[in-house]
């Protein structure tokens, strides 16, 4: 993938991309990725990111970014510089908090972090304008009771878990 980026960098109007490797194949990607910067749309599959790439925060016209199969522990505070982001998603990972600077992404509807350490999404630091907040995995720590407090603390906001409520 990486041999190949000079490539990718020719094509100046791509607006998506996803890359999907094999299960531990990649651990990287080079930042030139960061130069794509008319990306609005990414999905990372199966790279093995041990940290949130630095390059990401130069893609400002991002929409909707998916990393789904990493051990990425924390989302950085430089997250708030993808102000355009509309969706995000973050999905068998590591990440154990949700930093305060989520909630500086204003554009931001769809937040899905799932099958991750995160025990309690503090609503302090959720994006203001949040219409789904999808939480469903087997390691997240809400009882029925917190769960449906946490729903009545949002009510404007459409939660999904594995949990049902009655």
């Known amino acids: 993938m990486n041999d190949h980026i000079s490539d990718f960098l ?27 910067k008319g990306l609005k749309k990414i999905k990372f599959l199966n790279i093995q990111f041990k940290e949130f790439p630095d390059w990401m925060e130069n893609l400002t016209n991002l929409e909707h970014l ?11 505070s430089n997250i708030q510089k993808l102000s355009k982001l509309k969706y995000f998603g ?8 949700i930093p305060k600077e ?12 799932t099958d991750a350490n995160v025990a309690k999404f503090p609503i302090k630091h959720l994006p203001p304008n949040l219409k789904v907040l999808d939480i469903r995995g087997p390691r997240f720590a809400y009882d029925k009771k917190e769960l449906k407090n946490l729903n009545d603390k949002l009510p404007s906001v459409k939660v999904l878990s594995m949990l049902k409520l009655d």
Do not use: M, W, Y
């Open 90 to 97: 973050l999905e068998n990972c590591e990440l154990s908090s």
């Open 102 to 113: 989520l909630n500086q992404l204003k554009e931001c509807r769809n937040l899905r972090i």
């Open 66 to 76: 998916v990393i789904r199969g990493c051990d990425i522990e924390e989302i950085p």
């Open 10 to 36: 020719k094509l100046k109007n791509l607006e998506e991309l996803e890359v999907s490797v094999t299960l531990n194949h990649v651990k990287e990607l080079s930042a030139d990725f960061g130069k794509l």
